[in-house]
């Protein structure tokens, strides 16, 4: 309070001295009255110069003495202040050392976790890599989408000639486990950390297959997953197939490349098979579409936070007037459904297959200093009407589902199955040799005299060990030909060249 006082007594010295000429400011005082101290005005400004800095001082020994600190919340961004106190509670508090990197980012982590949006994700340096590698070039793994659905670890779909699609996974395939580690609470990106590893390197995976009761143990060799996604063949003299497996950086090349040598073998008609693409990049898609759909169409509108839509169109690349039928499944997700909803309403093409997966968002990547990376949905997208099918899929305009048997789960090959043996896989091996060509007469899961008599047969035409029992190579050997006979008796397939005939009338 002295000093306080002292201030103001010479604040108000100065003041009278204002009064006066500007020549006597410039000079010093000599009257002197009793209680006041008359100072130059240089000498009064060094004095508070003196005070400022001595508060300063004081205040910077309180804080690097007092209890510290670790983190200064900046006033303007006052939401952060419990963060920071948490922050500052277990970084000084804990009973061991912490390591702060790794707060910060299950910090982050739990933020995107918050939103309970699966397709939005926090991903480490490795799982960074990971992420980029799947949509731009090759990587070695099992070859299958996935993602986190209602908490569990869901098969997408998997990539066309993957290890996965050899192994029998199907679309919302559940994995509960990789190599005996439960996948409980993971999300999709931790889950691929685990999934994925070295070509020729071993993964089991255990799978609950909607409507079989008992988990399927599936192993799988890994494999390097090639950044090939177009496959075209002629189906008879005029008509042709592409499969699109996924929308990676090369797929519109792919896709032109592939079109022009079907032309030059007589491709009038074309059936696009969009079935088990998990989708992938939203310019692709749009390159795609834009083959396919006149010039200006609306090809995907997408919706932001505030309700404010943006329309893209297409560019007319290609030749709309292709007559073209396009196959989708519940495997076809995001960008496939894209291009499906995009054709069908503003190109007027028939879908044929099964509804699909569902996936109405879109996301973009941000890439930290560090390595790691941001994955966030940034906004809806609507088809040209404006329909978000989000969880809700497409419907096909013909509706075509394929055999049953072509929904059978895998069978384990390092399981034995011989003569007076039951079980769940026992029952599959029984429905697989009946479509087949090799009838066991019962399909209840009981591995009796006839069922045995029917794994000879079949082991003898395919110039096996005829032992009767089922194991490694036999087990293979029928998952491989049960395979190949759902591929010459795809149902849909047919369906779609039936369609697309007479569309070329």
Same mark, same amino acid.
Request: charged content about 30%.
């Given at each position: 309070m002295k000093v306080v006082k002292a201030l103001e007594e010479k604040n108000g010295e100065q003041l009278n001295v204002k009064e006066e000429k500007v020549e006597q400011e410039q000079e010093q005082v000599t009257e002197n009255k009793p209680g006041y101290i008359r100072l130059k005005k240089f000498h009064f400004i060094m004095l508070l110069f003196f005070l400022v800095f001595l508060s300063a001082g004081i205040t910077t020994f309180a804080l690097a003495f007092g209890?510290?600190?670790?983190?200064?919340?900046?006033?303007?961004?006052?939401?952060?202040?419990?963060?920071?106190?948490a922050y500052d509670t277990i970084?000084?508090?804990?009973?061991?050392?912490?390591?702060q990197k790794k707060l910060i980012n299950g910090a982050i982590d739990g933020m995107v976790k918050s939103l309970d949006d699966p397709y939005s994700d926090y991903m480490s340096n490795e799982e960074a890599k990971?992420?980029?590698?799947?949509?731009?070039s090759s990587f070695e793994g099992i070859g299958a989408e996935i993602q986190e659905k209602d908490g569990h670890i869901v098969i997408v779909s998997p990539i066309k000639g993957s290890p996965a699609e050899k192994a029998g996974l199907k679309p919302n395939d559940m994995v509960i486990s990789v190599d005996g580690k439960s996948l409980q609470g993971m999300n999709s990106t931790e889950a691929v950390t685990l999934i994925r590893g070295k070509k020729g390197s071993k993964v089991t995976l255990s799978i609950q297959r909607p409507g079989i009761a008992a988990p399927m143990t599936v192993p799988i060799?890994?494999?390097?997953?090639?950044?090939?996604?177009?496959?075209?063949?002629?189906?008879?003299?005029?008509i042709a197939k592409v499969q699109i497996t996924s929308f990676s950086s090369n797929t519109s090349k792919e896709l032109v490349t592939t079109l022009n040598d079907l032309q030059k073998k007589g491709m009038k008609g074309l059936v696009l098979d969009l079935r088990h693409n998990p989708g992938g990049l939203l310019d692709q898609a749009v390159s795609i579409t834009s083959m396919f759909v006149?010039?200006?169409?609306?090809?995907?509108?997408?919706?932001d936070r505030n309700g404010k839509i943006k329309e893209i169109a297409s560019q007319n690349e290609g030749s709309p007037n292709l007559p073209l039928v396009v196959l989708i499944d519940e495997g076809s997700a995001s960008a496939s459904e894209i291009f499906a909803a995009a054709v069908k309403e503003s190109a007027g093409v028939p879908l044929v297959g099964e509804k699909s997966f569902g996936k109405g968002?879109?996301?973009?990547?941000?890439?930290?200093?560090d390595g790691s990376n941001l994955k966030y949905t940034i906004a809806k997208w609507l088809t040209p009407n404006g329909n978000w099918i989000h969880k809700k899929g497409i419907v096909p305009d013909v509706e075509v589902a394929l055999p049953d048997?072509?929904? /059978?789960?895998?069978? $384990?090959?390092?399981? &034995?199955?011989?003569?007076?043996?039951?079980?769940?896989?026992v029952q599959t091996a029984q429905k697989m040799l009946k479509a087949v060509g090799f009838d066991p007469g019962r399909e209840d899961g009981f591995f009796d005299e006839k069922t045995k008599q029917a794994v000879i047969k079949f082991q003898t035409a395919e110039k096996l060990p005829a032992n009767?029992?089922?194991?490694?190579?036999?087990? /293979?050997?029928?998952? $491989?030909?049960?395979? &190949?006979?759902?591929?010459?008796?795809?149902?849909?397939l047919q369906k779609a060249v039936e369609v697309l005939k007479g569309r070329m009338k």
């Open positions: 209890k510290e600190k670790v983190v200064t919340v900046a006033p303007e961004r006052t939401e952060f202040n419990k963060l920071y106190e970084t000084n508090g804990y009973y061991k050392d912490v390591n990971s992420f980029h590698s799947s949509i731009s060799v890994r494999d390097t997953i090639p950044i090939e996604t177009v496959y075209g063949e002629m189906v008879d003299n005029s006149p010039k200006g169409k609306i090809i995907v509108k997408e919706e968002t879109v996301q973009t990547a941000a890439d930290f200093k048997y072509a929904a /059978l789960p895998i069978i $384990d090959p390092d399981k &034995e199955l011989a003569l007076s043996t039951a079980s769940t896989e009767g029992v089922l194991k490694g190579d036999s087990t /293979l050997k029928l998952m $491989d030909v049960l395979r &190949e006979k759902i591929k010459n008796s795809d149902t849909q």
